[in-house]
C-alpha cells in the first residue's frame, strides 16, 4: 500500500540554524501538506500546496517557514532561523488521488525536530 | 469550519464494539465528516468520512444522524491496537486543511 515517508526521524539543531524537513508523498497524490504537533498539544495545520504554490497557510507559517516541491516526487519544509519553540513534531500529508479522486489526507510518520 | 465536540476520554473492553460520539451542530451543507486517529506519537490515520449516508470500511462504521448534527464512529470488535486519539473532524472534501481537536482518548482494555 502506497505510503508517505518522512526523513530524518528525529532531527536536532541548534537555536538559529536553519533545517530541512523532507517528504515523499504519494506518487498519485496532487495536494500536500505540512502539521505540526508541540508535545501534548494538539495537531497544527501549517500549510498546504497544489499546483506549485501554496494553497493556504495559518498564522504559524510565517517569513521564517517554506516549501517546495523541487523535482516532483520530494515536498520540503525549510524553516530558516530555528527557535526552541519551534521544536515539535513535524507531519506531511497528501491528498487528491489522481484515480479516484478521494481527498482523504494521507499522514507520514513524522520527523521530531528538536531545537536547543 | 465547523467545530466539533467530543468526550475527552473513553474505556472500551477488548472484543467488545467501541461507539465514539462526535457533536457537530454547525456543519454546512457542502462539508463532510472525517475521522481520524492518532496511535501515541504516530502520524494521525484515516478511518473514514461520510456526507450523509452511513458508512462502513474494513476498519470501522459510521453513522450520520439525519439533520446531520451529529455522528458516531463504530469500532465493531476493539483491540489493544485500537487504543488512540480518535478525531472528529468537519471539513470540505477537498479542503485544504484539517482542524484537529482534542479528540476523544480510547483505550481499550483487555
Known amino acids: 500500500e502506497p505510503e508517505v515517508t518522512q526523513t530524518p526521524s528525529h532531527q536536532v539543531t541548534q537555536m538559529g540554524q536553519e533545517v530541512i524537513l523532507r517528504c515523499v508523498p504519494i506518487s498519485n497524490h496532487l495536494y500536500f501538506y505540512w502539521y505540526r504537533q508541540i508535545l501534548g498539544q494538539k495537531v497544527e495545520f501549517l500549510v498546504s500546496f497544489y499546483n506549485n504554490e501554496i494553497s493556504e497557510k495559518s498564522e504559524i507559517f510565517d517569513d521564517q517557514f517554506s516549501v517546495e516541491r523541487p523535482d516532483g516526487s520530494n515536498f520540503t519544509l525549510k524553516i530558516r532561523s530555528t527557535k526552541l519553540e519551534d521544536s515539535a513534531m513535524y507531519f506531511c500529508a497528501s491528498s487528491g488521488d489522481r484515480d479516484t479522486f478521494n481527498y482523504e489526507q494521507y499522514f507520514g510518520p513524522g520527523t521530531r525536530l528538536t531545537v536547543t | 469550519d465547523a467545530k466539533t465536540t467530543q468526550p475527552p476520554s473513553m474505556d472500551c473492553a477488548e472484543g467488545r464494539a467501541a461507539n465514539l460520539p462526535c457533536n457537530h451542530s454547525t456543519i454546512s451543507g457542502n462539508e463532510y465528516v472525517y475521522w481520524y486517529r492518532q496511535i501515541h506519537s504516530q502520524g494521525p490515520q484515516y478511518i473514514i468520512h461520510?456526507?450523509?449516508n452511513n458508512e462502513t470500511n474494513e476498519m470501522a462504521s459510521l453513522i450520520i444522524t439525519e439533520d446531520r448534527k451529529s455522528s458516531t464512529l463504530i469500532l465493531p470488535h476493539a483491540t489493544l491496537r485500537d487504543t488512540a486519539v480518535y478525531y472528529c473532524?468537519?471539513?470540505?472534501?477537498?479542503?485544504?486543511?484539517?482542524?484537529f481537536g482534542a479528540g476523544t482518548t480510547v483505550t481499550v482494555r483487555a
Open positions: 461520510g456526507l450523509k
Open positions: 473532524i468537519v471539513s470540505r472534501s477537498n479542503d485544504y486543511k484539517l482542524s
